[in-house]
């Protein structure tokens, strides 16, 4: 990448600006990263209680499971998002339990759609501005009534989770307000 790197007007950096890049990432990499892990060390040396606290945080996250060489594991986030522990009552549909404040402070991994980790999506970013989009257009325009209960629905999990036989959406029109009106 350094190698090919150049200004607007084309220029190449030099060896000795390579060499300068590359010092900078050896040592600013290296020195920075050592004395925080030193001084976390020594922090947490020097208050025991504190220590105590992340041995459990740890003992948490890893303990409990211990998973055999070669055995495969499966997540199941339909049964993960409906844990009651995370998420009370977690058949009502309650979208404030996504807002920040609500949110803020649960394990990150209780919620995963786009699964986590280095193989989750890569279009998540795409794919939530996507739905914002047609979303709010449709909203915007219509009211929307559901013909069947969520009990008709009769749900086949394939790949993702589908009704067996469609979803049947009734359209009505509305005339968006402008924001004075609302006022
Ligand atoms: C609501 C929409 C979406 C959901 C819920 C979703 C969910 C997921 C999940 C759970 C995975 C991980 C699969 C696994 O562990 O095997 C995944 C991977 C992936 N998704 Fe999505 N996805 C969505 C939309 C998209 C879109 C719009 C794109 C492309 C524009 C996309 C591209 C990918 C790709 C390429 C991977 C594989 C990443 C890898 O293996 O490194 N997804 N997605």
Redesign the pocket.
Known sequence: MLLKATDDAGNTLSHKDIREEVDTFMFEGHDTTAAALNWSLFLLGSHPEIQAKVHKELDETFGGFHVPKGVNVVIV?FALHRDPEYFPEPEEFRPERFLPENSSGRNPYAY????AG???????R???M??KVVLSTILRNFSVKASQKKDELCLVGEL?LRPQDGMWIELEHRTPRSATQTL
């Open positions: 986030p995963i759609p786009f699964s280095l193989r989750n999506c890569i279009g998540q795409f794919a939530l996507e739905e993702i």
